[in-house]
């Protein structure tokens, strides 16, 4: 599978101040868009930090998703940033500087500090706040750096980042399924689990130390119908293993 | 100030399917306690990975907190992934096996799994579920393997965690303030705070992104009467900057 890393920017998080939700949005997307998320870092608004964050992350994955730092206060460095840390030299981008008029409805002023990109990136329109989202391609691998602000990230990954993953080759198909057993310990549930496990070595089964024990299965393929057939047979195996409640498709 | 990293350590959180508080309570917590958090990394139950996070946080922090892992199912490999990433042998703890014998009140079966501890590491009493904590003091460093299950983490973390980290020498007195301003724009309140930023250098001034616009301020100081004198000057000023609506304290 491909592999996906997120990286988060920003000291409020590591403060304590926010709760950081952008992290298990995006992870479950990139999962549903058939990557494999291998790595969350969550750093502070410095730049050898995010430096370090991003290319540590560009080595274990071929996305890497960043989040926060777009902005127009002093401690948004996360576009100049990630240029530095691919050794690229920033530029205002005339594309960027279009999409900020468009949302502020008349020339930037200190907004044009959004407007400047790493050469060779190209940015993202942001229909949900002022700063755009930036992407680029580097070395054969995907770099987006996106809004903090919620509703700004989730629309600019949904209009802009989700055309642009699609492209990749190599993704799954995936399908998620919630399973509601009918016992009460997780570890009995785990036991039984075993020969499934070994006999559907791709498949994640995950326990959940809830009562009754629930359970989340992701099963991926290549194809979509060789997805369902898999997930058919794991169906069929685990309601033989398993006293089942209901299940969630 | 003494940098602190936080290792989330479950798959469950990479795929999207359990959304981690732990770090978010962890870093508030931390924070709290006089310690700078300067990192989190969430990575999935694989050796490689949790060997990876664990050395890579120690080369930033003195003190290093993991959650998650710590149970009996087969994924649950935190303790000997942390005590690999060290150069450690497990042993089995006459501690910790009296610990779990307290918990399930009888004789550990399956749970036994969960009595193994690195060379040097000692087992903190989990009173609110089965596997006990670790902790394990390592060339000058604290590392802390603490329970997933939220109300494990926090009880683990204030039963046994604090007192020792109240021991380590070197931590901040911290002092944090929430400020509903009556601005409506965060880069106003953002330029208006440039001077406080520039006179107070080690006060951590956070706007957020709401209308009317809130400001979270945490000061640092060495002493109790330092930080209470210095958070006096840095209100007198700011309510000569800015407008401001209430100040929780």
Redesign the interface.
Known sequence: MIKAAIV?VG???????????N???L??????LGFE????????DDYE?VEWAVR?SLEIADVVVTTGGL????DDITVPAVARALGLELQLSQEAVEYIRRRVGGEPT?QLKAAYVPKGGKPLYNPAGVSPGVYLRICGKHVFMLPG?PIELKAVFENEVVQILETIPGRRHVK?VEVLTLHEK??EV??LL?PL?EKFKNV?F????SKPVKL?I?VVASTQSELESLMGKVLEDLKQSIRVQSIEL
């Open positions: 988060v000291s409020e998080i590591l403060r304590g101040v926010v709760q950081d939700t992290s298990h949005w992870a479950s997307r990139l999962t549903e998320v291998a790595r969350i870092v969550v750093v502070p930090s540590s902005g127009f206060t002093e200190y602000v998620r997780e570890a785990d036991h075993k496990r994640y995950k326990t959940h130390a989340s992701i």
